[in-house]
């Protein structure tokens, strides 16, 4: 079978007929876009970093035995590049993640910066009005704005508050004053509690989780020693096998309809985090089919 030539912007290395829209069970989004970030700039590459990245990873999982992308992973054109605005921004990604879910297609967003989720959020509320955000981060995310807007990156699990999903947070260990009174304490699960804990921490999100789930993972909840490639890295963050360990518990018990994997800033001398970032994407669409499968 005729392979895509390395220069095209799909998700890994794989055989047309499995990159095709009509037979894809599921739908990458790549929003490159880093209009509100604050501190390290670059998020706006972070979805060609992951898609390149990707032609590095076998299709077989050794953990599961599966090979996922027989289900389908098409990789849509990028959303939002001529975005003036966070708004329009937002308009753009729910456009086009409504467009594909109405087509049944699980949406999966490569970020660019956290504030890409919101329109994407809002699609999957439309369909799945019990809908639950699972977040994972370093940050609350909970301002009301930030630096004069309201779809600012820092604002993107309030934003999904306001328009009536649950939010529930993984990893948190960054929260301004003017947020606090946004937490709902009994959702919310501090990186410094879970460090080193038992396991059954995990147990306890997935209590906090309606059926239908938005997962979004902003790669700052990583240690910045496992993933250092992100806009605003703190230490103490999570593992690799801790977030996968969750990520299993979440699509055994859970229906994930739509996801994201968010800000990552590349660094051309060390492509670590972009490995580690595309292996999370397929990740998580491997979860999604081991476990639909059984």
Not at 23 to 50: C, E, H, M, W
């Given at each position: 079978?005729?392979?895509?030539?390395?220069?095209?912007?799909?998700?890994?290395?794989?055989?047309?007929?499995?990159?095709?829209?009509?037979?894809?069970?599921?739908?990458?989004?790549?929003?490159?876009?880093?209009?509100?970030?604050?501190?390290?700039?670059?998020?706006?590459?972070?979805?060609?970093?992951?898609?390149?990245?990707?032609?590095?990873?076998?299709?077989?999982?050794?953990?599961?035995?599966?090979?996922?992308?027989?289900?389908?992973?098409?990789?849509?054109?990028p959303v939002a590049e001529n975005a003036r605005t966070p708004d329009e921004m937002v308009e753009a990604v729910y456009a086009r993640t409504s467009h594909w879910m109405a087509q049944g297609k699980c949406v999966g967003l490569l970020g660019g910066e956290h504030s890409v989720s919101e329109g994407a959020i809002r699609a999957a509320l439309e369909k799945y009005p019990d809908l639950t955000v699972l977040q994972i981060d370093a940050h609350a995310d909970l301002r009301d704005e930030y630096h004069g807007s309201p779809h600012n990156h820092a604002c993107?699990?309030?934003?999904?508050?306001?328009?009536?999903?649950?939010?529930?947070?993984?990893?948190?260990?960054?929260?301004?004053?003017?947020?606090?009174?946004?937490?709902?304490?009994?959702?919310?699960?501090?990186?410094?509690q879970i460090a080193g804990q038992d396991p059954r921490w995990m147990e306890s999100v997935c209590t906090r989780l309606t059926p239908h789930v938005y997962l979004t993972i902003d790669l700052d909840g990583f240690d910045p020693s496992v993933l250092p490639a992100t806009g605003t890295p703190l230490p103490g963050g999570l593992g690799w096998y801790e977030v996968t360990a969750l990520l299993d518990r979440l699509f055994r018990q859970k229906n994930v309809v739509a996801f994201d994997v968010v800000e990552l800033c590349p660094q051309p001398e060390n492509v670590v985090s972009d490995v580690l970032a595309a292996s999370l994407v397929y990740k998580v669409i491997t979860l999604n089919e081991f476990y639909n499968k059984l």
């Open positions: 079978m005729k392979k895509y030539p390395k220069s095209t912007p799909f998700f890994l290395d794989m055989e047309d007929e499995f990159a095709a829209a009509e037979n894809a069970r599921y739908v990458l989004l790549p929003v490159p876009y880093d209009g509100t970030s604050t501190f390290v700039k670059g998020a706006d590459r972070g979805p060609q970093a992951i898609i390149e990245a990707s032609d590095s990873l076998e299709l077989y999982d050794v953990v599961y035995g599966v090979e996922a992308y027989t289900a389908g992973i098409h990789t849509d054109s993107v699990m309030r934003r999904a508050q306001t328009l009536g999903a649950r939010v529930v947070q993984v990893g948190i260990r960054s929260v301004a004053e003017e947020e606090r009174h946004n937490i709902v304490d009994d959702n919310i699960y501090y990186a410094h």
